[in-house]
């Protein structure tokens, strides 16, 4: 293709990816879901073997795609915190409190979405050593989001006689409001448990947008539909200083359905050392069924109370076509304070590591 038609088709890709988040509100995701709880279930709120939990999480995808004003279309930072309240006198229970905060911004149109959540826990231990417990969570906030329309192009932009796109020329598009804002309301149930140092486990359900807020740019009416998030882990000690920890992660909000299956594994290299890998493949799919979109590639350390993760999609999907073949790449660092050691047989601070 000449360069004049290869810009103008990557300029329209760019500017269809921004407009389709701005339509379907395309919620942030990450593929280390696994590190970042409190986005991914309010009920895991304060289950995380320790004190309290500090969480950093940062996505570069496609960047290798050039935009007007970055090399990183789309970008996600979230921050999150959580602790357990009076451990002593709740004894097996466990009654956790959270705030999470997220930055995202999307595509060429500089869609950028804002949040911050707070989250309450509690987790009802059923049996009276505390080896399994069932909790609920319920999570609210605000969320705002704001458009730069002038930073999105636009096909009646196209100047055939400069042969060139023309940012100035009317866009044929009417933006009632730059920045919209409303409330979130999530809930999730968990149930976890430990029965023996060998196994632990856990399955749980988080629901989104529960309340399925109103929002638009362009003044119409569009509700944005629940997601649910249906997820399970496991932690299996398979030798002296070895354990895997299959994981799944079942996703639906409208037609629009995603799968994560994979395991992580994890070796003690010295004491409250240990360094972990792990595989997963992400399915897409909708009324027509799943398809492979990428494969995960996750390695990392964790030495004390600091556990540090590195990620890479590998697309496989069409979408390696007009990304170029790049992929996302993704950071999380999670400080647990005064945490269990691995397997331990403190019951009712049981998390699977993954």
């Known amino acids: 293709l000449p360069k004049s038609r290869m810009m103008r088709r990557l300029f329209m890709f760019l500017s269809f990816c921004a407009l389709l988040s701005t339509a379907k509100s395309q919620d942030i995701f990450f593929s280390q879901y696994f590190a970042s709880p409190l986005t991914l279930n309010p009920a895991l709120t304060g289950l995380h073997g320790g004190d309290f939990r500090a969480v950093v999480n940062y996505r570069s995808q496609w960047f290798a795609i050039p935009t007007f004003s970055s090399w990183a279309p789309y970008t996600t930072v979230q921050a999150s915190f959580d602790a357990r309240l009076f451990p002593e006198r ?29 989250s309450l826990s509690y ?15 319920l999570q609210t906030g605000y969320v705002s989001k704001r458009v730069n329309e002038g930073d999105l192009i636009f096909e009646q932009q196209w100047d055939a006689g400069a042969n060139a796109f023309n940012p100035l ?17 999530n809930a999730g149930a968990l149930f976890s448990s430990q029965p023996n140092e060998e196994f632990g486990y856990m399955f749980g359900v988080g629901v989104n947008h529960v309340h399925q807020p109103n929002e638009s ?19 299996i000690k398979v030798g002296d200083y070895s354990y895997i920890t299959p994981t799944v992660l079942y996703m639906l909000q409208g037609n629009a359905q995603q799968a994560n299956v994979g395991s992580g594994f994890e070796y003690e290299l010295a004491e409250n050392v240990s360094a972990f890998a792990g595989g997963w493949a992400r399915l897409v799919g909708g009324i027509n069924g799943f398809g492979i979109d990428a494969i995960i590639g996750v390695i990392g350390v964790e030495a004390y109370n600091m556990r540090a993760g590195l ?11 007009p990304t170029n073949s790049n992929g996302a790449l993704e950071l999380s660092l999670i400080y647990t304070h005064n945490k269990q050691g691995p397997m331990a047989i403190d019951y009712n601070r049981f998390c699977p590591k993954f």
Do not use: W
């Open 90 to 118: 709740m004894r097996e229970n466990i009654l956790g409190m959270g705030l999470a905060f997220y930055n995202d911004a999307a595509g060429n149109g500089n869609l950028t979405t804002r949040a911050g959540l707070f």
């Open 311 to 321: 990620s890479y999609d590998v697309t496989l999907s069409d979408l390696r076509v």
């Open 123 to 137: 987790h009802q231990g059923l049996d009276r050593f505390g080896r399994s417990n069932l909790g609920l969570g």
């Open 169 to 185: 020329a009317f866009n044929g598009e009417s933006f009632q409001n730059g920045n919209i804002s409303y409330p979130e309301v």
């Open 217 to 235: 740019f362009l003044g119409e009416d569009n509700k944005l539909n629940t997601r649910i998030n249906a997820h399970a882990a496991a932690q």
